[in-house]
């Protein structure tokens, strides 16, 4: 081996040692990019999962907003009726604050009493006379002189109530010459077909279809009252007979309703057997009627309304958007109730609703003054129309804000916009659909006492029996009597009473 070999060799050796380092220096640093990489993908699996809670709070937040506001609803700022209110509430929870006036309780100084009036002589069954004995200022006995200017008082008692029981007997004679014996016929003209009478099954149909006693307690009230027994299947089978009885005057109170040149609807929910179904209610000044049906849809609900003549006032129900437009009138108390509810929310909503809060209290108060006649026709439409306009521009400006929950109903309203204002061109056309609510409001207490019905046939009686009762009030027409006449009609097959006019 030569000098110059020994020297190579050394040379490797000396490049060797940094080769080792560099090997080794490489290594470290692919295990330190490695763990970069590790910690960049957990910071990526960490952002991702920051990423998916948030939008879990997000949507929790959303759906507690939700939760919060049904747990506030009540009928001053939704559909809601009174009577789902909890106990305790205000009854002006959620209204404009007024100004308390100090005044005591009772009647006023200047308020016009109010007292019994007497009845009319025809109809007073016993008169009791008292005369004085003797005169006041001589002492001398006086006559018994009638005064046609007596001081008048009168008491009302009610005679013990007897059940009218009738027994018609079908005798059977022997032939004297040859002994067979013959049974009289038996007259179906003669021997009603019910136990009943007319006038008792009339009052059964009142006592469970327009005062809504359950069948048990009716059957105790007519024990108590007039000795009259009766079962609870009895009694069922005579609500029938009624509800036939009145079918011809509940024909009439429908085509009187679809014929009206203004109407009024509302629905509500419906039970038979447990099962969700149903109500609706169409209503005038002169009739109302009620119709139990399957459901709430267009399909179901267009056919009850005939040729769709005249005026409706509703609320914004889509199922009711069969009706021209033009034709209709959205119940501004429904959007009273929406613009509360914007304005208990939180952030900009709450302006919002505040705003359309001011411009629907205006709404009302031109309207009022109209009808008390404290503003002329000219004056009433010169100052309503720049409020619809402000109005509709608040609405467009609302809709176009994208705020959730509130943008939404905003443009809804604003599809309407045809149906707003009618109450203010057509004279008989009323801002609100309070009428409608209030003929549905018995029905609702009489959901919540009954839970419904439980057949067909009940439905029947109940849509029926309603109808009868609130068109005879509108007609001034004795409830009881009316459903009597009809009892009578049905017992002698002769045509049924009208029920208008």
Not at 34 to 41: C, F, G, H, K, Q
Not at 61 to 76: D, F, I, M, P, T
Not at 451 to 458: D, I, V
Request: hydrophobic share 40%.
């Amino acid at each position: 081996m030569s000098l110059g070999d020994d020297d190579d060799i050394g040379l490797e050796a000396e490049r060797a040692v940094p080769d080792a380092e560099v090997v080794k220096l490489r290594a470290e640093l692919a295990a330190k990019n490695a763990r970069i990489l590790n910690l960049e993908t957990e910071l990526a699996a960490k952002n991702a999962r920051l990423v998916e809670l948030e939008s879990a709070v997000l949507a929790l937040r959303k759906q507690v907003e939700v939760l919060l506001e049904q747990l506030g609803r009540n009928s001053n700022n939704s559909n809601l009726p009174p009577s789902s209110d909890p106990p305790g509430k205000p009854k002006d929870e959620g209204k404009p604050k007024k100004r308390k006036r100090k005044r005591k309780r009772g009647g006023q100084k200047g308020h016009r009493g109010n007292k019994r009036e007497l009845v009319l002589a025809e109809r007073v069954n016993e008169f009791v006379d008292l005369f004085p004995p003797c005169c006041d200022k001589c002492c001398k006995p006086l006559p018994e002189l009638p005064d046609s200017n007596a001081r008048r008082y009168q008491s009302v008692e009610v005679p013990p109530v007897e059940a009218h029981v009738t027994e018609y007997r079908r005798h059977e004679v022997a032939c004297p010459d040859c002994g067979h014996g013959t049974l009289a016929a038996y007259d179906d003209e003669v021997i009603p077909k019910s136990p009943f009478g007319p006038r008792l099954s009339a009052m059964i149909g009142v006592l469970t279809g327009v005062f809504h006693l359950s069948r048990r307690k009716a059957r105790e009230l007519l024990r108590d009252f007039a000795g009259v027994e009766i079962s609870v299947g009895g009694l069922s089978r005579v609500e029938a007979r009624v509800a036939d009885a009145v079918e011809a005057a509940v024909e009439q109170a429908w085509q009187q309703v679809r014929g009206a040149a203004v109407k009024h609807t509302d629905g509500t929910t419906w039970l038979e057997s447990g099962k969700l179904i149903s109500l609706w209610t169409i209503a005038t000044a002169a009739a109302s009627v009620f119709k139990i049906v399957a459901n709430g849809r267009k399909d179901t609900l267009e056919p009850l309304f005939g040729d769709k003549h005249g005026i409706l006032i509703s609320d914004r129900a889509t199922a009711l958007n069969f009706w021209a437009m033009e034709s209709r009138q959205i119940c501004w108390a429904h959007l009273l109730r929406k613009f509360v509810s914007f304005s208990e929310r939180d952030g900009p909503a709450a302006l919002i609703g505040e705003t359309l809060l001011g411009y629907t209290g205006l709404v009302f108060e031109y309207w009022h003054d109209y009808q008390d006649g404290k503003l002329d026709k000219q004056h009433f439409d010169s100052w309503m129309a720049p409020l619809r306009e402000q109005f509709e521009a608040e609405l467009a400006r609302t809709a176009e804000a994208d705020i959730a929950g509130v943008s939404g109903s905003c443009a809804n309203i604003l599809e309407h916009a045809a149906a707003l204002w009618t109450f203010a061109e057509h004279a008989g056309v009323e801002p609100t659909n309070n009428h409608a609510e209030r003929e549905l409001r018995a029905f609702v207490l009489w959901r919540k006492r009954s839970y419904g019905t439980q057949s067909k046939r009940g439905n029947r009686f109940a849509e029926r029996l309603m109808t009868v009762a609130h068109t005879a009030r509108k007609q001034g027409k004795n409830v009881l009597e009316f459903l009597t006449a009809c009892c009578r009609a049905q017992a002698a097959r002769e045509p049924a009473p009208t029920l208008l006019g």
